[in-house]
């Protein structure tokens, strides 16, 4: 049974939830003191967080950079506030998806679903563990970890689909709609600049590594994996 942490302060909503999700056979324990936020997660460890934007004390962004100190469990963020900034401001934060409220319940289901296979479930690998190689880069695909040589960096989730995705075809382009699909199973509730964020964020790791300029963008087709170029020896 997989266990979803809700972090929400309107606690009619929470109990809604996680009523909701009782019925579908999911755990759900519900973050009731927000100065125990880390504390909570770790005691309940769980497979998914459902996380608010506007929490006392300190909001959902920040609370998310802390739990992806260490976990890349999937976090969704929940929240009334629906600006593009806000959405973005998630995604830069570690969060891997963005639900703006009031929602449909069967929404969050299909995307708590989506974000568990991906993680844990089918679309998952076996125990043995892959590595994809593009010159002296190396990525793990089950730890979310890319390395170049001595140098380690961690993606969230779907970052990791991303690169992966890259990797898999080095050197040729892989299109915005093949990277959609990829990344999530319905792009009806994507906004057009959130792949460009996922794009951002990953370069900016590989750039941490000595990489700046291996991410390509190709006009009106994609992106590319320069897997020919200088940066990797």
């Known amino acids: ?3 979803i942490l809700i972090i ?5 909503l929470a109990d809604l939830l996680a009523a909701y ?22 005691e309940c460890s769980p497979s998914l967080v459902l996380l608010d934007v506007n929490l006392p004390r300190f909001d959902g962004f920040y609370w998310c950079r802390q ?4 976990s890349l469990c999937p976090i969704l963020f929940i929240s009334a ?18 639900i703006t409220k009031p929602f449909q319940y069967e929404v969050v289901l299909a995307k708590i679903r989506s974000h568990l296979r991906r993680a844990y479930g089918s679309y998952a690998q076996g125990l043995q563990e892959r590595t994809l190689r593009a010159g002296s880069l190396i990525f793990y695909p089950e730890r979310y970890v890319v390395q170049l040589e001595a140098q380690t960096a961690e993606l969230t989730q779907k970052e990791a689909v991303l690169l992966e995705a890259l990797m898999h075809k080095a050197g040729r382009v892989v299109s915005r709609e093949r990277l959609l699909d990829l990344m999530w199973e319905d792009q009806h509730f994507i906004d057009d600049n959130t792949l460009n964020v996922y794009i951002t964020r990953v370069r900016r790791k590989l750039k941490e590594l ?14 590319r994996l320069n897997a020919e170029g200088r940066q990797l020896p």
């Open 1 to 3: 049974m997989d266990t």
């Open 8 to 12: 929400e302060d309107d606690a009619k």
């Open 21 to 42: 999700l009782a019925k579908y056979d999911y755990r759900a324990v519900i973050a009731g003191d927000f100065n125990r936020v880390l504390e909570t997660f770790e």
């Open 67 to 70: 739990l992806r100190r260490s």
């Open 81 to 98: 506030r629906d600006s593009g900034m806000d959405q973005v401001m998630a995604l830069e934060n570690g969060g891997d998806d963005y």
């Open 210 to 223: 000595g990489l700046p300029e291996i991410v390509e963008t190709v006009r009106g087709a994609g992106y």
